[in-house]
């Protein structure tokens, strides 16, 4: 069994930052495998935000948060990171924490939410104007 907790969301104004984490656990759990990050706004749908490889050598990022979140991780901690700044109001969502991606981790991997095996209860964000 596999548990993913996230925590680190909250309410912001525009330009703010907020640090997301995700921590790993359970006797299946498998802290050297892809993860990702992603969010899900009210009546859209779930969208890839971030992801990176096993051992953090590799990140990957969709075209709306390039340049402004940083995935990381901390494989001694089981833990998986979202930096987020220059927070935007069209970044409100519900974050999500993924685990394990039964395909290749890459950036075709954000457009495939079924690829990953695992799944946190989700974070709240909200950014104001």
């Known amino acids: 069994q596999v548990h993913l907790v996230e925590s680190g969301g909250g309410s912001v104004q525009a330009g703010g930052a907020l640090r997301l984490s995700c921590v790993g656990s359970?006797?299946?759990?498998?802290?050297?495998?892809?993860m990702g990050w992603f969010r899900q706004a009210p009546g859209k749908e779930r969208e890839g935000v971030a992801a990176i490889s096993a051992f953090g050598d590799s990140s990957f990022y969709s075209d709306t948060v390039k340049g402004r979140f940083t995935i990381s991780r901390d494989n001694a901690k089981n833990t998986l990171y979202l930096q987020m700044n220059s927070l935007k109001p069209e970044d409100t969502a519900m974050y999500y924490c993924?685990?394990?991606?039964?395909?290749?981790?890459?950036?075709?991997?954000?457009?495939?939410?079924?690829?990953?095996?695992?799944w946190g209860q989700g974070t709240q964000v909200i950014v104001s104007s």
């Open positions: 993924a685990a394990e991606s039964v395909v290749n981790c890459g950036g075709a991997v954000l457009t495939i939410p079924s690829g990953f095996r695992y």
């Open positions: 359970g006797d299946t759990y498998n802290r050297y495998s892809c």
